[in-house]
């Protein structure tokens, strides 16, 4: 039943799902399953199988909660077929527990308590002939011994009776929350109590004081911010359908209409509606509002998830410089400059501090210093990290190479986001323990230019700084997600194995840290690796697991050249049935895209390796090892451009683009304050999502739009011909009709800018509003 399920869901013949399933199920991973086991899924890749995975454990918890609800009600002996029916095809959790709601042991409730006093009958006689009168009715079913002394009494027994009847109704609960899932708003007000707050801690959710949307729209970003606000204890969120007081509510009208009541001025039809009525107040409004902001929740934290993902994975395949001898700047001014030189494989090799900078002003001498350390070790690469300090190191170093005093090396900025993280973490304690915390930060900074997917792996990608709300979601899935990431991306690159750290070693598949450590062990006594065969010698590494990691890890001057690309060993005996196949070998093969062009694939064709395996050990024959990270490349900071207070209006700037939100793009000019380019100025099409256009790491070239320097705002456009006065407004035409209803999406409160939401005259409100809604991360 999972299988079909699934087939369903993802689109795919049951055969395809039933494979992945049970090779999940024996522990390969996915990374394997969808590049080595092709022909087992029918090509499924990573994407379908990471969606597979999440939903093959969804629906197994569905499984077992509905073996344990057709369980509970057997032993009530309530379980009737079409009931059975209608649990075995609830497709979701929340289905099936509104079937099992009638049957779920509850706490003795009105209800319950008025059945236990004998008003069942004059409940049902209520509901099934309105020409009854109640209150006479009502006085045939006195109780003094159950407190019914009264026919009031009795009629809110009756009452609560068909109210939980009601409630309890499955289809009635699908309707109503489809109808609320399509038209609800949600409110947000102050807090009670909380409405002249003027504090700091009120002020950042002054844009939802007095704020409607629809729910079923409600951005991700500003659902978890009001969701904040509310944890805080400044905000009170509400959901329900935008009703005139005075008006009768749609949800009683539906609930009316399942129960078979209407009105027709019979003698129990007014009480009948009083029914309805509280119905809906008091078992279900309250009911449905937690479960529609928990979806909101879940939805918006989900969003959230996947941005940040969505950016890691473009900054961990962020373009690598390479193995050159690189010298890694952290750039401070008290404490100066902290310097570190590594070799073309990151090996640590030598430190200084320099003190170009104020207080000290010692440039001559760190000019010095820093030409015999080019010198020394043959420098080609200058990673100046981004932080404190960092424009103006790059200026001092720029300014070296212009004079010719640092001739042949090239100097790049580098986004230093977690540096500190990592320079204070055990794992670099271990790596470096006679450094000091700074210089290891700046090992990193050089680190992380020459290969970002090597060094970023060290560190908890949770403080790299690329999410958005990333302490309001989940942890655990979060967590999760990101690992996934980091895996998919360690894999699609693959590992050169004498080279790479425990911390890139554990993220292959199949390994984890304790055989990552063991496997780098078992290197250091080797003196490298000659073989992926000799991965067997590692302790506790058995078959299963060198099944699983061995395509994933390169032996670049191993004794096989298969070992240096992404073939799998189970092929080798393939790739030499190739070579022989057109008088070659292997040796004469790999990388001579002639040759391999000269091979027929139909006569190896078989069971376990089908066509399209055999495309890829070609492709990757041909190109062995190749890299699928972009080439690389630096954006180039203006002169002269060095703080907030020297950028202007109209101003063209190249840039590097350091996080993408739902709202927009940051980008670093190189100022030290990122500026914005909201999600209307990022193309002149109509944009849905920012990741279409943008992605983290890419450079980009921008105007400046307005500079607030008060607020530490900077408004960037990706719009180059647009022009924009002094205010941030342009004077040209107003914005396409598409982005017009973006801008009109805003709150209430940003909508109050004096102007008509969507006129171009408002672009600099809008990035305000959204830099605010970083600011609140």
């Known amino acids: 039943m999972v299988q079909s399920a699934l087939a369903g869901e993802l689109n795919c013949q049951r055969w395809q799902i039933d494979a992945a399933v049970a090779l999940l199920d024996e522990g390969a991973t996915v990374p394997f399953i969808s590049r080595y086991r092709k022909e087992a899924t029918g090509a499924l890749d ?218 027709h001025n019979r003698p129990a039809d007014d009480w009948l509606a009083e029914v309805v009525r509280w119905c809906w107040k008091i078992k279900l409004q309250l009911h449905f509002e937690n479960e529609l902001l928990s979806e909101l929740r879940e939805r918006a934290e989900l969003e959230a998830i996947k941005v940040f993902s969505i950016n890691l994975r473009d900054l961990l395949l962020a373009a690598p410089a390479g193995g050159k001898v690189t010298l890694g700047l952290d750039p401070g001014l008290r404490t100066g400059v902290k310097v570190a030189v590594v070799d073309g494989t990151g090996r640590y090799l030598e430190n200084a501090t320099l003190f170009p900078h104020p207080p000290q002003k010692q440039q001559r001498e760190a000019a010095a210093v820093l030409r015999q350390l080019c010198e020394r070790h043959n420098v080609e690469l200058l990673a100046i990290g981004n932080g404190t300090a960092g424009r103006e190191t790059e200026q001092f170093v720029q300014q070296l190479i212009k004079n010719r005093e640092l001739p042949t090396v090239q100097a790049v900025m580098v986004n230093e986001a977690g540096a500190s993280v990592y320079s204070a973490s055990a794992y670099a304690a271990r790596e470096f323990p006679e450094l000091d915390v700074t210089i290891r930060g700046a090992i990193s900074i050089a680190r992380r230019l020459q290969d970002p997917l090597a060094e970023l792996v060290k560190i908890d990608p949770k403080a790299i700084g690329v999410g958005q709300y990333q302490h309001d979601v989940s942890q655990l899935q979060l967590s999760q997600t990101l690992d996934n990431v980091i895996e998919d991306c360690v894999n699609g690159v693959g590992v050169e194995l004498n080279t790479a750290s425990p911390a890139l070693l554990k993220r292959v598949s199949g390994l984890n840290a304790t055989l990552a450590d063991s496997v780098v062990a078992l290197r250091d006594r080797l003196g490298g690796f000659s073989s992926r065969q000799q991965l067997l010698e590692v302790p506790r590494l058995g078959a299963k697991t060198f099944e699983q990691a061995a395509g994933f890890l390169r032996i670049n001057n191993g004794s096989n050249p298969l070992d240096r690309s992404a073939v799998h060993p189970e092929a080798y005996s393939v790739v030499e049935a190739m070579a022989a196949s057109i008088d070659s070998s292997v040796e004469q093969l790999i990388g001579n895209s002639a040759l391999v062009k000269k091979i027929n694939l139909q006569p190896f064709v078989s069971e376990q390796f089908g066509l399209p395996s055999l495309q890829d050990i070609v492709t990757e024959l041909a190109k062995p090892g190749r890299d699928p990270r972009p080439a690389f490349r630096r954006a180039q900071f203006k002169d002269g451009i060095d703080k907030p207070s020297d950028l202007s209006p109209g101003m063209l700037l190249e840039g590097v683009v350091t996080n993408v939100t739902n709202f927009g793009a940051f980008v670093d000019v190189g100022v030290h304050q990122d500026g914005l380019v909201h999600i209307s100025a990022l193309a002149h099409s109509f944009v849905k999502d920012p990741h279409q256009v943008v992605k983290t790491g890419d450079i980009v070239t921008v105007k400046v739009i307005e500079v607030d320097l008060q607020r530490q705002r900077i408004a960037l456009s990706m719009r180059l011909d647009d022009e924009y006065n002094q205010a941030g407004q342009t004077s040209g035409k107003p914005l396409p009709r598409s982005h017009q209803k973006a801008a009109g999406n805003q709150s209430r409160s940003e909508r109050r800018g004096g102007q008509p939401a969507g006129q171009q005259g408002t672009m600099a409100a809008l990035f305000k509003a959204a830099a605010k809604q970083q600011k609140r991360q």
Do not use: W
């Open 46 to 263: 990573d994407t379908q199988m990471r969606l597979l995975e999440e939903r093959l454990r969804y629906l197994r918890e569905l499984e077992e909660r509905r073996d344990a609800v057709i369980a509970s009600i057997a032993e009530q002996h309530k379980l009737t077929a079409s009931l059975h029916d209608s649990l075995l095809q609830a497709s979701s959790k929340q289905r099936l527990e509104d079937l099992y709601l009638p049957y779920k042991p509850k706490r003795r409730s009105k209800g319950q308590i008025a059945i236990e006093a004998g008003l069942l009958p004059l409940a049902e006689a209520l509901l099934a002939d309105p020409q009854l009168d109640p209150e006479a009715s009502a006085e045939h079913y006195l109780n003094p011994e159950h407190g019914i002394e009264e026919s009031k009494a009795a009629l809110d027994g009756a009452k609560y009776i068909l109210m939980e009847r009601f409630a309890e109704q499955a289809d009635l609960l699908d309707e109503l929350r489809a109808l609320l899932r399509r038209q609800a708003q949600l409110f947000s007000q102050p807090a009670y109590g909380k409405e002249q707050d003027n504090s700091s801690a009120a002020a950042k959710f002054r844009d939802y004081l007095d704020h409607s949307e629809p729910l079923a729209t409600t951005p991700s970003h500003r659902a978890l911010a009001m969701l904040r606000g509310r944890r805080e204890g400044f905000l009170r969120l509400s959901v329900d359908l935008a009703v005139e007081e005075s008006a009768h509510h749609p949800c009683q009208a539906i609930i009316a209409r399942h129960a078979g009541i209407s009105h």
